[in-house]
């Protein structure tokens, strides 16, 4: 990065998955501010291959080694890798985007380290809508927060809770309830499919206050959440039917929502809380 660069946002990309990758081409073909400058992957050289391909010279490098490169490093890795790649982020008093927001429940130290750093966790709004409507409920008394989200089958497949507890959808033709209760439950029992779950409860009540729904449904092709509010300033409810990507388990909006985020960093006009 030549001097004449000293006010771009320098971001690192951690995990080239669908998401990884919208970000990374969205990047490539620019936002003002804003210049892809790392990635991580867990297979470098196909990562190599890839970037190629797309004609994207950046370095790959190791998950833990992304912060030197970058002034803000956006999570896109699978949540056991959380801490490995914040910790070095947040350290160096630099911003870390998450999408794996359920893998803060049990790192909630990452959060005081960030404070102790003068660092920033963002957590994006991803297939999720409203939080800034919840986060300013907050500001008030929140008196309860449901939400009901509903994926097709094979959205579910492979989910610890389901696993755990016997609990069969294949060749379901109606709607079937396979969870009610707490976010914090639902966040180790379908990791891949609720952090808008985790997310909604920390821009509200919490994880253990949030009540949580969840349907498999042989019905829909969009993986659809639902959210329902109470406060002493409003009621309101809101649902999103999130197009899916090639990975079932994930919308197309997730990566829009980072991209959003990352564009309004040095944009002139931010719009929203």
């Known amino acids: 990065m030549s001097t004449n660069d000293s006010n771009v946002t320098r971001v690192g990309i951690a995990g080239l ?6 970000i990374a081409r969205t990047l490539a073909a620019g936002i003002p501010g804003v210049r892809l400058t790392a990635v991580s992957a867990r297979d470098v050289e196909k990562a190599q291959a890839w970037l190629d391909g797309q004609g994207i010279d950046v370095p790959v490098v190791a998950i833990g080694e992304l912060e030197p490169h970058c002034d803000v490093v956006v999570e896109c890795a699978p949540s056991a890798l959380m801490r490995e790649l914040a910790e070095p982020v947040l350290k160096a008093g630099k911003k870390l985007v998450v999408l794996s927001s359920g893998a803060l429940l ?5 959060i005081e380290l960030a404070r102790l750093h003068s660092a920033q966790i963002l957590v ?4 999720l ?3 800034d409507a919840v986060k300013a409920a ?3 008394r929140i008196e309860k927060v449901t939400m009901v989200s509903r994926k097709p089958v094979e959205g579910f497949r492979g989910a610890p809770f389901l696993v755990k507890h016997g609990i069969d959808i294949e ?3 109606e709607p079937k309830r396979i969870f009610s209760g707490k976010a914090r439950e639902a966040a180790t029992g379908f990791p891949a499919n609720l952090n808008v779950a985790i997310s909604l409860s920390l821009a ?3 994880p ?6 969840i349907w498999a449904d042989p019905t829909i092709e969009r993986n659809t959440h639902t959210i329902i509010v109470d406060s002493d300033s409003a009621r309101f409810s809101m649902t999103i039917e999130n197009i899916p990507t090639e990975n079932p388990k994930t919308g197309r909006i997730t990566a829009q929502s980072v991209i959003a985020l990352l564009r309004g960093l040095s944009a002139p006009l931010k719009v929203g809380t």
């Open 17 to 22: 998955g669908t998401v990884g990758k919208t």
């Open 171 to 173: 060749g379901i033709v």
């Open 106 to 110: 049990d790192r909630l130290d990452l």
């Open 208 to 213: 253990d206050l949030t009540d949580l729904e």
């Open 138 to 140: 907050a500001e008030g």
């Open 124 to 127: 994006p709004t991803g297939a």
């Open 204 to 206: 509200g009540i919490g």
């Open 129 to 131: 809508l409203g939080l």
